[in-house]
C-alpha cells in the first residue's frame, strides 16, 4: 500500500481528473445530442484516459529516471531518493497499458485496431527530448489522441468527411499542450543544454520559447473556433472559448523570460481550469441543442 500511495503520488493521479475532459470533449461531441449518450462508452473512456495517463506518467518517469537523477529540480523524485523502485514503477506502466487495452476491446474494434500506434506514442514520447526539439508538439499529439480516441469508441470511424471534429480537436489539443510543455521548459534550459537534451527553449532561447509557446495558444483558440464553426454549437460553447482564451492571456502573463517563479502556477493551475471550462461549456452547448 505504501508503494500505492507513493506512485499515485509520483504520478500526480489526481491531477487526472484535469486530464479526462480531453476524452470527454471527443465523447460528448461523437454523441452531437444528450439522447444519444452511452453510459457504457462513458465509462470505458473512463477507464481507458486514466489507464493511458497513469502509463503516460509513469513511463516517462521510469525512461528518464537517469536524467532525472541529474536535474537538481527532480533529483528528488521517488525513484530517485528510493522511495519506489523502478521496477515498480515499470510494473505498474505496464498493467495501465493492458488496463487501457481492455477498454479499447470493450468499446470499439477500430479503437482496439489503432490501439498499438496509440501505444507507440505513449511510449516513445518520452525518448523525443533525446533527438529533437519538436518533443513537445510530440508529447501534444499524444494527448491529442485521448479525445480522437474517445471519438473513434464511438463513432467507430476515423477517416470520413463527418470525423473532421475529431481532427480538429487533436490539432487543437496538440497546440495547447505543446504550448504550455514549451513553457515548462524554460526552467531547463542550462541543464538542457549541459547534457544534450532537445528543447525549443534550450534551441532558441527562453523568449523565443515563450513566443512559440504564445503563437501554438493563438492558434488553439483559433482552431476551437473553426471547431464551433463546423459543429454548429451554441453561445455557451462561444463563452467557453472566450474564457478559455482569456485564461491563455493569463497563464501568458505569469511567465516572464526573466521570471520563472510563478510558472508551476501557470502549468498546473491555470490548464486546469482551461480543460474543465472547454469541457463543460462544450457538454452544455450538446446538451441544448
Known sequence: MKAIRTFLE???????IFALPFAYLGMVLAWGSWSAANWSDFIWITVAMAAARTAAM???????????????RTANRPIQTGAIQAGTVLFFAVLSLVVLGVAAWMLDPLAFYLFPGALLFLVGYAYTKRFTWLCHYILGFTDGLAPMGAWVAVRGSVFSGEDLPAWLLLAAVTFWIGGFDVIYACQDVEFDRTHGLYSIPARFGIANGLRVAALSHVLTVVILVVLGVTVGLGWVYWLGVTAVAGLLLYEHSLVKPDDLSKLGIAFFNVNGYISVTLFVATFVAVLLQ
Open 58 to 72: 509513469s513511463l516517462n518517469r521510469y525512461i528518464d529516471r537517469a536524467i532525472d537523477a541529474r536535474n537538481p
Open 10 to 16: 509520483m504520478i500526480k493521479f489526481e491531477h487526472t
